[in-house]
């Protein structure tokens, strides 16, 4: 939107640029007051649209470790490493170890009180920097490296990162192994996790990778899954371990509040805006046009009718205020 908004503002200001003066002529007032109004109309649709914009948060920067910043906890048991690094956290666990990083805790609560409600209505969407270099697990139900994502209503999805698969937890059976996609996750990638309504999908970048239908995991009768409004990125099991890499994290409260730009919109953003540009050299190229008659000097003032070529019925007289000089039979006059 910020785009075709940019455009917009764009072509109507050239469009007006053939017309720096005033003269007291009908079509030539309508037409400044058209463009005047698409401009200003425009800069009120930006100002709106600015104010509707999702909440957005950046709960990691991808420098240095994530606990050091507002929105995360870092926790974990036995022994694990996390390392900042210029371009994230490295953090490795083992079968032993189930550690990472979550927007709150039990008994706790969330680190950061001004956490938004995720309402599924609404939409949500949580983006991460992610490579995974090692993953080990010993069972096909468990992953190494875990996202888990949850709504105000306890209802999300939680998906496991393998070295060659990404695929979402089951809630019935519980905790299985349910849809997945094969690729390599050891390249760093720009991952979305969306949560609309009833379905999540998860892209890489805008590309979409896999999509299925949220889930309720409160069958397992205690926390995390009966938290509302829960994040967690990290190893959450003894039955996995893993070396990853983890970079920018940032939360998309509202997706609803986001103009999605139709195609139809851009064009019509860049083509009106073109439109008004011609159509304003139109008119200056008639208005440089126009066949003056029945000169006449009359108290210091040149007066002559004007014909535009706009409408034949258009007849207006201009009084161009300044001294001239005519010669008549030869003598000069003034």
């Known amino acids: 939107m910020a785009f075709a908004s940019f455009f917009w503002r764009l072509g109507l200001c050239i469009g007006i640029q053939p017309f720096p003066f005033r003269e007291k002529v009908d079509m030539f007032q309508h037409f400044l007051k058209v463009t005047y109004f698409f401009w200003v109309s425009n800069l009120l649709l930006t100002v709106v649209l600015d104010s509707a914009k999702a909440d957005y948060f950046t709960l990691y920067d991808g420098t240095g470790l994530p606990a050091a910043q507002p929105w995360f906890f ?75 994502f949850l709504g105000s209503d306890k209802q999300g999805v939680e998906l496991g990162f393998w070295g060659n698969e990404i695929w979402a937890q089951q809630s019935n059976p519980l905790f299985t192994h349910g849809e997945g996609v094969t690729l390599s996750t050891s390249s760093p990638r720009d991952y979305r996790l969306q949560i609309i309504n009833d379905t999540y999908t998860l892209l890489d970048g805008t590309a979409q990778l896999l999509s299925g239908a949220v889930r309720d995991y409160t069958e397992f009768g205690g926390i995390p899954y009966t938290l509302s409004n829960y994040v967690f990125l990290g190893d959450n099991t003894s039955r996995g371990g893993a070396d990853i890499l983890l970079g920018t994290v940032t939360l998309q409260s509202n997706l609803s509040a986001v103009p999605e730009p139709t195609s139809v919109l851009l064009v019509g953003t860049m083509v009106v805006p073109v439109l008004c540009c011609f159509f304003s050299i139109y008119i200056r190229k008639k208005f440089a046009r126009a066949v003056s008659t029945g000169f006449s000097v009359r108290q210091g003032n040149l007066k002559c009718p004007v014909t535009f070529g706009l409408a034949a019925s258009h007849h207006r007289s201009i009084e161009l205020k300044f001294d001239v000089a005519v010669c008549i039979d030869g003598d000069q006059a003034t």
């Open 74 to 148: 870092s926790a974990g048991n036995n022994s694990y490493t996390q390392t900042g690094q210029a371009d994230g956290v490295r953090l490795e666990t083992n079968l032993n170890t189930s550690a990472g990083y979550s927007n709150q805790l039990p008994l706790i609560g969330f680190k950061n009180p001004a956490f938004p409600v995720l309402n599924r209505s609404n939409g949500f969407e949580l983006a991460f920097r992610l490579s995974v270099a090692v993953e080990t697990h010993t069972s096909s139900d468990r992953a190494g490296f875990s996202v888990t």
